[in-house]
């Protein structure tokens, strides 16, 4: 299973002044199996020090100095850590904080050394206590996009979908049998156990299971993690994704997670799930100017799973209505939460959407350079889109994005992509920034 933030580790590997990495991600993204598959491509050793499982290993952080940790740990793996050979790796890193202080100095002292840490809830971590901020490099990472997805279950059609141009038309056949692709992965979603699950036994009924699984795990992790209340608070957060985004109006209202809920009440649970990369937060905007981020209205906003097959195996999807129905309840929901999957992680400023009091709303709102563009996504292939014809009419876009399961098309400053052309819409972006 490939996963493109490899090319990012490559580029770490062989940057002059690199860092040591923090590898961020939620549970079950595939973080331990990335850096290990990295490790065995690109060094003679790696030296994983899984935090968790290995309680004695924690004993060789109690003094911070890489000095003193590396002959430890050299003794315990039984080779001499060589910078260039070696990839030391301090996996479940949350679970000794000493080993995660330490790296500000790897970073002082043995900056020769490649040293990468990742783990469960770290982001929660980092969020709460302070690290070493300045010494390290990030990167995070995602359930498989699209097109990863399609990498791992049909290689050859993988090959095509990157060499089809995005302006015009796909041949009906690949069309088709890219349509068919994007259906299964609303069902299998980018969970990666679940594409390798799907890939392997082609058996949806597995999928559903190690979904159901997951989905149990990341609740289980409130009451791990956190007091009985604040555990609760997270859980209600994360129960109530679907029926938010069911809603007409897809903005988070606090009272439909619990009646007379206010924002005092609940930010923190959705602090929690954002940190712990279970939720992807995207607000509304003020005025739509560039730069987006100036004009973010923090007190409205929309809340997304990281995952678009976790979605439907949360909110009770059926694969038929799927797979065969021309339009069924919830699918323009699962389109966006699709979308924004794809584009997570992979823009210089991330997405936002916008509404105003008169009801007029634009599914997502892209920074390109100094330009904005406006972006309509439809579950099915009923385009009618009267917000985005206003906005085009008044403000004159240097391009406006309509996402369906139609053919590429242009009409004007209009294109219409199909919905598997998602994670490719940042090298679209880039043209006009």
């Not at 899984?50 to 740990?73: C, G, H, M, T, W």
């Amino acid at each position: 299973m490939h996963r493109s933030l490899e090319a990012n580790l490559v580029t770490w590997k062989d940057a002059p002044f690199r860092k040591p990495l923090i590898l961020r991600g939620a549970r079950q993204v595939g973080k331990t199996w990335l850096v290990k598959d990295f490790g065995r491509r690109h060094f003679k050793h790696v030296a994983v020090c899984n935090l968790d499982r290995d309680v004695e290993l924690r004993e060789a952080f109690q003094n911070k100095s890489p000095q003193r940790i590396i002959p430890l740990l050299e003794m315990i793996f039984g080779y001499k850590f060589l910078p260039g050979e070696t990839l030391l790796f301090f996996d479940e890193v949350q679970d000794c904080p000493e080993a995660l202080n330490s790296l500000k100095y790897f970073f002082e002292e043995r900056r020769d050394l490649h040293v990468v840490a990742a783990g469960s809830l770290l982001g929660v971590l980092l969020a709460r206590h302070s690290y070493p901020v300045g010494t390290v490099d990030l990167l995070d990472l995602y359930p498989l996009d699209f097109a990863e997805y399609l990498a791992a279950i049909d290689p050859l059609l993988h090959q095509s979908f990157l060499q089809l141009p995005l302006t015009m038309p796909t041949p009906e056949f690949f069309h088709r049998r890219l349509l068919d692709a994007y259906h299964n992965y609303l069902i299998v979603g980018g969970m990666p156990e679940c594409v390798a699950t799907w890939e392997r036994t082609r058996d949806p009924a597995a999928v559903y299971q190690v979904q159901n699984t997951l989905l149990k795990f990341y609740e289980g992790d409130f009451g791990k993690h956190l007091g009985e209340i604040a555990a609760a608070k997270c859980l209600l957060i994360f129960r109530s994704l679907p029926g938010q985004l069911a809603k007409e109006n897809e903005k988070f209202i606090f009272g439909a997670v619990r009646k007379g809920a206010r924002a005092r009440d609940l930010e923190d649970a959705i602090r929690w799930n954002v940190s712990a990369g279970l939720v992807s937060q995207v607000h509304n905007l003020t005025k739509i100017e560039s730069p987006l981020r100036a004009f973010r209205n923090d007190d409205a906003f929309k809340l997304f799973l990281l995952d678009v097959g976790l979605l439907k195996t949360m909110a009770g999807v059926s694969n038929k209505a799927i797979v065969l129905s021309g339009d069924y309840q919830f699918k323009g929901p699962m389109a966006e939460n699709y979308l924004l999957q794809q584009l997570t992680g992979k823009l210089e400023v991330e997405p936002f959407y916008f509404a105003d009091q008169a009801s007029r709303e634009i599914d997502f709102m892209l920074q390109a350079g100094t330009g904005v563009i406006p972006v309509e996504v439809k579950g099915g292939r009923n385009t009618k889109a009267i917000s985005l014809k206003n906005y085009l009419a008044k403000r004159h876009p240097p391009l406006a994005l309509r996402l369906s399961e139609h053919n590429v098309s242009q009409t004007g400053d209009l294109l219409d992509l199909p919905l598997y052309f998602a994670p490719r819409l940042p090298e679209l972006l880039k043209k006009f920034s």
